[in-house]
């Protein structure tokens, strides 16, 4: 929820609505100028950024983000930029390292490295000794306006010398496997890096569920996948080299990224149930996801005069997509696609800082995508989509001393052709208005409104068709609306010597949400999409930090979450939820826990999920440039379970997945860093990043 702004195509596919831009895939060290650093993000050299001074105060607080400083046991024990965040246990501010994301009250939040957008992956891999501090602006501004929240990492810039690192997790209770291996070299003004890695992984699940098909002869369906193997291998190499001055920054990064996932049942049990008789069948599924892709990444960074910047980027790349997918019940049920994606972006910001503490800021971006799936098995056809998108944007702020406000209006136009088919056009205005006011140093109140909209995800605006089962059959639908999006929302927030609390309340409403439905078509019930749908979704949380000393911190979350969906789906589910992390440091080790609470969750506006209580113990020793972890999570658990359930006119799904990352399991990792020349910032690591597809699955 918060801020909503530009769109996403998989609105259908995730469990949040999406109302930020596209990650701007940054994976090369671009060092940009101090200078470039103040808190609008606008290039001034006559005003460069000074450095925060720590008088007692961890956290600073600002009218639109917050200073926050890392001590050196929370440098010293974290291995990346997302362990960083989590061991400062900023208020409000959520870190899931497994998953690579971090969640804010308003949303997931873009991660940026001295004011250049970074994927979260990128991220990972800063050395954070380096880290001056991080910026979290939760009142997006300039270039930022454009996300929902943003963390900005402030990193040392080193022009000399450089490091290798080997690297090495392997976990106890499932295979999985992470191995990279990351290379740096500065000189005068050029640094070049080389990443390459191999991940392999293959947790088990035991899947249990029952479906019923409201057709003439209604039918339960009654499944059963022991031992689900789930097993994905990832490859990649990528370089790049790239040049900082005082005045010009520019990279130039190319790679190839390989992917390969299997998801396979080799002795599966189903059984058919209607008023005349019961079936008990065998069933055995396989599923085969692979691509293959080539990338190529462009960055050029420019002060122009005075009080005035420009940043540019043109990111792409060519994906050769495999999926196959074969079912063996009554009969043998086959499909399979190819696929041809190529994904290019445009991005340009037009930084300027007006009198009276006040900034202008532009922001164009283009994306142009086009797709050749090649349908094979049950249901043959080849699709073409090819597609534009185009968004501008213009953010207006304005201080005084205890008053902010921001003004962000835009616009969006997207066109979309599918083979045979007329072009789709879709055009939007976007607005969102902010304002701050800190009636003293520790306290402040934010208000903001956002209208914007959003796109169907183009893997299901299309005709293709996937027969699941004997009974199941999936298809697109071309024929959807965009989604429009609004809401308010409001917090408050104090900082008072040892202790910190944020509370949030936020109201976001969607029209034309996209939903699952389900017809009868003959002896078939047909899954299909609609736009048709409303939702309601409102908040309040509240995140209490406690840090008594630079050796304790504790910090404590919780909250309660409210969805309404209705017209084509009547959707209801309200959810407590809580968590705790705490960390002690003595010497050379860390002891860390967390305790994460039951939570149910509205996925997809129709899917009730509810998942299981988790906790987590670490410890952690560090000396020098070698450290090794131990985790346990989950110790002593062996029933979690994940239990989902959808409810329709013809269909409805009960299910439960036990999976072996929610039970109790233990990890290794092994981190040796060799550093030759002078001190050099670590190159961030290097993780793939999934290509887009508009395959329907």
Known sequence: MGHIIGSTY??????????????????????????????????????P??????????????????????????????????????????????????????????????????????????????????????????????????????????????????????????????????????SKYNFNNYNTNIWAGYKIENPKSDFLSIEHYRL?????????????????????????????????????????????????????????????????????????????????????????????????????????????????????????????????KFNINYNILLAKTSSLTFSFHEYLRSSQDNYGGSSPLFQHLRSSETILFADYNTRWKKVMVDMNPGVSYLMYKLHGNRATKQFAPRLQLSASWMPDRIQRLKVFFSLGNTFPSLSSTNRAEQQIDSIMIRRGNPDMDNSTLLGPGF??????????????????????????????????????????????????????????????????????????????????????????????YIGDFLFSAFCQSSTKMLENYQDHVKTPWLYGLTTEWNHNNLSIALATNNLFLQKNRINESLFADNYAISQSIKRDIDNAYASVKFIYVLEYGKATRRSPKYNIKDSESTILR
Not at 509 to 531: D, K, L, R, T, W
Not at 540 to 564: C, E, H
């Open 216 to 344: 003439s002869d209604e039918i339960t369906k009654h499944t059963t996948y022991p031992h689900q193997d789930k097993k994905q291998i990832v490859k990649y190499f990528v370089a790049s080299l790239s040049r900082m001055t005082n005045k010009q920054t520019w990279m130039v990064r190319v790679g190839v990224e390989a992917k390969n996932n299997r998801d396979n049942t080799l002795m599966g049990s189903v059984q058919y149930e209607s008023s005349n008789e019961a079936n008990m069948i065998n069933s055995s599924l396989y599923s085969h996801d692979k691509s293959l892709k080539p990338t190529i990444y462009i960055y050029y960074n420019s002060l122009v005069g005075k009080n005035q910047s420009i940043d540019a980027v043109i990111d792409g790349y060519y994906a050769r997509n495999r999926y196959d997918r074969t079912l063996i019940e009554h009969s043998i049920l086959r499909n399979d696609v190819t696929e041809d994606y190529v994904y290019s």
């Open 49 to 182: 950024l000074k450095e925060v001074v720590v008088t007692g105060k961890l956290i600073q607080q600002e009218t639109d983000h917050y200073n926050c400083i890392p001590t050196n046991k929370q440098r010293r024990h974290s291995h990346s930029g997302l362990e960083l965040v989590r061991n400062m246990m900023i208020t409000g501010v959520d870190v899931n390292i497994e998953e690579g994301s971090i969640q804010t009250p308003a949303g997931l939040a873009t991660l940026y490295i001295n004011g250049r957008e970074a994927s979260f992956r990128e991220v990972q891999g800063l050395r954070p000794k380096d880290v001056m501090r991080v910026e979290y602006y939760d009142i997006p501004t300039g270039k930022y306006a454009k996300d929902r929240a943003v963390l900005n990492y402030v990193v040392k810039n080193y022009t000399a010398g450089g490091y290798t690192q080997l690297e090495a997790q392997q976990t106890v209770g499932f295979l999985q496997g992470d191995y990279n291996v990351i």
């Open 491 to 584: 917090t408050y927030s104090v900082n008072y010597k040892q202790w910190s609390v944020l509370l949030s309340t936020y109201y976001m409403y969607m029209s034309n949400a996209i939903i699952n439905i389900y017809n009868v078509e003959g002896p078939h019930i047909v899954n299909s999409f609609s736009s048709n749908a409303r939702s309601h979704q409102s908040s309040i949380s509240l995140s209490l930090t406690w840090k008594p000393s630079n050796s304790f911190n504790v910090k404590v979350d919780g909250g309660y979450s409210y969805y309404a969906v209705n017209w084509d789906a009547h959707e209801r589910q309200g959810s407590w939820r809580a968590g705790m992390q705490a960390n002690y």
């Open 10 to 47: 998989d609105v259908t596919q995730h469990n949040e609505i999406k109302m930020k831009l596209y990650t701007v895939i940054i994976l090369g060290n671009i060092l940009i100028p101090t200078s470039a650093l103040s808190q609008n993000d606008t290039i001034n050299s006559s005003k």
